[in-house]
């Protein structure tokens, strides 16, 4: 079945930094690719999203690309900033079947 | 306005207890779900409803169990709880018509057994 493997965490940036975090998936078709983003005593909020093959998505200084041929839909943000530590997750839907990554922890020290 | 709204927050009850979590979403969607969110973080989808088809994921518990009385709520019963029934658990919807939706979450509502 359809699933998404992401970076495990923790990770831990200073202000400013590069962030990457990896997500690749397994698919049997095209699914929409997501990513969402859990602050501390939150719910889940939906960050970005990509629909088909090439599309960018990108919210708050946060882009991700959907890669087909590496079956892959990495997050990067140029500069992180303290407010950006939460839990980002991976997701994909298809057919209405959503499939989340394990998460990863983001901590931002000033 | 909340979009999705679940209610408590906080649940604290003893182990053999019957309980119940409220959700409420007003997007007008068709379809709702109910996910647990272990200690790790790990989400896992435990229901999906809309107002044709349940369907439930096959690990979990008979002792779980969703009730609609509406298209705009699902509410999750829990009969007999156990002490790893404990997570936070998380109500979602998402409009019917096209497999690109993202999901809507609720703030979630802990649940802690004794």
């Known amino acids: 079945g359809d699933s998404v493997t992401q970076m495990e965490g923790p990770v831990t940036l200073s202000e400013e930094a590069f962030l990457t975090i990896n997500c690749t998936y397994t698919?049997?078709?095209?699914?929409?690719l997501f990513w969402y983003v859990q602050y501390p005593g939150e719910g889940l909020q939906l960050l970005l999203k990509?629909?088909?093959?090439?599309d960018k998505g990108s919210n708050k200084g946060f882009e991700a690309t959907y890669r087909k041929e590496t079956t892959s839909f990495h997050l990067e943000k140029g500069s992180v900033q303290v407010s950006d530590s939460a839990v980002y997750f991976c997701a994909l839907n298809e057919n209405d079947d959503m499939r989340f990554g394990a998460g990863t922890r983001l901590t931002v020290k000033p | 306005d909340t979009a999705v709204s679940q209610t408590p927050k906080y649940l604290v009850t003893q182990m053999g207890n019957d309980k119940s979590i409220k959700c409420e979403q007003n997007?007008?969607?068709?379809?709702m779900y109910w996910y647990k969110q272990d200690s790790k973080k790990f989400l896992k989808i435990m229901f999906s409803y809309n107002n044709k088809e349940l369907i439930i994921n096959e690990t979990v518990p008979n002792r779980f169990s969703p009730k609609s009385p509406d298209k705009a709520h699902l509410n999750l019963h829990i009969n007999s709880l156990e002490l790893g029934d404990s997570a936070v658990y998380f109500c979602?919807?998402?409009?019917?018509?096209?497999?690109?939706?993202?999901?809507?979450f609720g703030p979630g509502t802990r649940l802690t057994v004794l």
């Open positions: 979602a919807s998402s409009p019917e018509t096209s497999f690109h939706n993202e999901q809507f």
């Open positions: 990509a629909t088909k093959a090439d």
């Open positions: 997007l007008g969607h068709d379809t």
């Open positions: 698919a049997t078709g095209y699914p929409s």
